[in-house]
């Protein structure tokens, strides 16, 4: 059958540029040779600097703000933070489906930063407006310290609101959109594809530096309200670079959603859940576009089940086209094995989550760590808790540098000849592995720390931030193996036309992590309660056994070693394209697994963060 196809509804990757059309103007539309290219780009790479800054000024130093400006409980904090961290990661998910399938990614990515502003001003206010938010309370007397309303903590919760929002719209479309303004099908336009790449690293590191930095001493050293005003400045000087980038920019036009697919492959196949698919004809139309230009998969012997979705039962079900007169009764081998590939990356996907779960520890539980310690440098500075997370970034960006710029360069003139990379396997083994280590560290150096307060009967230990170091240290190493290589997958084992999901099943794994984090925190602390010194819960960590938590964390660290081990690590298997453009993408049942190396692993993580 060599019928045209009709629309799939599927989502285009990022870097095509079929059905792509200028942003209208006042009614008339720029001419394509004038839109696009360098000239629209340092528009948008302008958007994502201030947006980054501002957004990352508030994130890094929420547990810290959260705790003494509002008085609440430790637990409640951590809480707080890792349902709004889950939430704000399930709406990037949202707003990759609209985009795709409605506004287009100018569009929300212009919403999403309104609504980044609106949530990013209310806490500006709460800040500012002392009404806001309880009376003042010394960290001494935090545990009699006034209690935040309930109307308080609704202020609150609907500025988290607006920023979760707009990190829906912003997260899945900045760096897809910045793609969309080159023609990737060029050898310029692809050498200036990845020249943006790592311009748009570089300014995202800048910015996360400023932010960790600069913003956050003014928060914590010198006032709220200035340090949630700065942030609300740039945010808004975002969106006006932003506007100003409107008559040279490429937006292309929404196509539809590949979720929307995966939804109508799952109730065609259970309609025909009785039917055998031996001796049947399955629905595999062609392509419009040319055999160089298209994507296509080859069919798979997993999940055998979904096959029924592109059974043709009875030729009443296409028109005289031969095209489905009903898509969610008959749906394309193509759409079918989209949702294959999906449902494949899943055991590696649930490894992720507990790798992320101790990500979390650092920016909640590290933090409060952190605030009871002696953060004295000299006589006269303190340094601020939401400096800590630079540890992280810095171990990241550190170990990145090290392999990618001395130890694989000097390999390859060592040997002379070409050196393989460390396979995905191995770096997600260390990934976990480092998990562990950095729970192990955890409970080791809090014990210190309680053990010195308790002793000197202060709120505060006598010991040094600076002991505090190597877990975050080791959890941005974590993250430079583990969640580096999971992503590399997600973006390999994925179709080109599948990119933008790559990065929305990423950030939902992000999102899992946060609430099952968030689970295992009150189910600890409700099992621990009535014991004589609860795991968790108050506002001093020094009437907790904070130690034996991150032991438990490890353990549960083992356990997922064990199972990627033994497991998860068979499905490692990732896609390569024919002289024709056909993607093969190997059954995983057969349990082998052949691991593609990847030059740009840094920058697919870089993408979706």
């Known amino acids: 059958m060599e019928e045209n196809v009709k629309n799939t509804n599927s989502s285009p990757s990022p870097l095509e540029l079929e059905h792509v059309k200028p942003i209208a103007v006042n009614g008339e539309e720029a001419s394509p040779k004038e839109a696009g290219g360098w000239r629209s780009v340092k528009y948008i790479i302008g958007n994502e600097s201030f947006e980054k800054l501002a957004s990352m000024s508030l ?34 998910i949202i707003g990759a489906f609209i985009s795709d399938a409605y506004l287009g990614r100018f569009r929300t990515l212009l919403y999403g930063c309104i609504a980044s502003l609106m949530g990013i001003l209310v806490m500006t206010l709460t800040a500012g407006i002392n009404g806001l938010r309880p009376h003042a309370c010394k960290e001494s007397d935090r545990p009699n310290c006034e209690h935040a309303q309930d109307w308080q903590l609704g202020v609150l919760f609907i500025g988290l609101g607006f920023l979760s929002i707009g990190a829906g719209g912003i997260r899945p479309c900045n760096i897809a959109f910045g793609a969309d303004q080159f023609d990737s099908k ?38 709220w309200a200035l340090g949630f005003a700065i942030p609300t400045a740039c945010l808004a000087f975002s969106i006006t670079i932003f506007l100003l980038g409107r008559k040279t920019y490429i937006c292309k036009e929404p196509q539809g959603s590949v979720f929307t697919d995966m939804v109508k492959v799952i109730s065609a196949a259970c309609r025909k859940r009785k039917i055998r698919i031996v001796d049947r004809t399955l629905y595999d139309p062609v392509s419009r576009v040319s055999d160089s230009e298209s994507v296509r998969l080859v069919q798979t012997n997993r999940f055998k089940f979904l096959d029924k979705a592109a059974v043709i039962v009875d030729p009443s079900e296409l028109n005289n086209e031969g095209f489905a007169k009903n898509d969610w009764k008959l749906c394309s081998l193509q759409q079918v094995e989209h949702l294959k590939c999906l449902l494949g990356i899943l055991p590696v996907w649930v490894t992720g989550i507990c790798c992320f779960i101790v990500m979390d520890q650092q920016s909640t539980f590290g933090v409060l760590q952190v605030i009871q310690t002696d953060r004295s440098i000299g006589s006269h500075f303190k340094v601020p808790p939401g400096w800590m997370n630079l540890t992280s970034m810095i171990a990241l960006s550190f170990w990145i540098y090290i392999y990618e710029c001395i130890y694989f360069p000097l390999m390859k003139r060592i040997k002379k000849r070409p050196t393989k990379r460390m396979s995905m396997g191995v770096r997600i083994r260390i990934g976990i592995i480092l998990s562990i280590l950095c729970m192990l560290v955890a409970g080791i150096v809090e014990k210190v720390r309680r053990d010195s307060a308790l002793k000197h009967a202060s709120f505060d230990s ?29 973006t390999l084992q994925m179709p080109e036309s599948m990119r933008t999901v790559a990065g929305a099943v990423f950030f939902l794994s992000l999102s899992i992590a946060n609430y099952i984090g968030s689970l295992i925190v009150n189910i600890v602390h409700k099992a621990t309660s009535h014991a004589k010194t609860p795991w968790l819960g108050g506002r001093d960590l020094n009437h907790n ?39 093969e993408l190997n059954a995983a049942l057969k349990g082998e697994s052949h691991e593609q190396d990847d030059e740009e692993k840094v920058l697919d993580i870089a993408a979706n963060r």
Not at 59 to 78: D, R
Not at 193 to 221: D, K, M, P, R
């Open 59 to 92: 994130i890094s130093n929420l547990t810290v703000y959260l705790l003494t400006n509002y008085n609440l409980s430790g637990l409640f904090v951590v809480n707080t933070v890792q349902i709004w961290n889950g939430s704000s990661n399930i709406a990037s």
């Open 186 to 223: 060029t050898e310029k336009g692809r050498g200036q594809l990845e020249s943006f790449f790592n311009w748009w690293y570089f300014t995202f590191t800048v910015a996360l530096v400023i932010a960790l930095t600069g913003v956050v001493y003014i928060q914590t050293n010198v006032s």
């Open 462 to 490: 006598s010991m040094s931030f600076g002991l505090l170091l190597p877990q975050f240290a080791l959890s941005g190493l974590n993250e430079a193996f583990a969640a580096v290589a999971i992503m590399e997958f997600f």
């Open 545 to 583: 056994k904070l130690d034996y938590y991150y032991y438990l964390i490890a353990f549960l660290g083992v356990l997922n070693f064990i199972y990627f081990h033994f497991f998860a690590c068979r499905y490692l298997i990732t896609s390569k394209d024919t002289e024709k453009g056909e993607v």
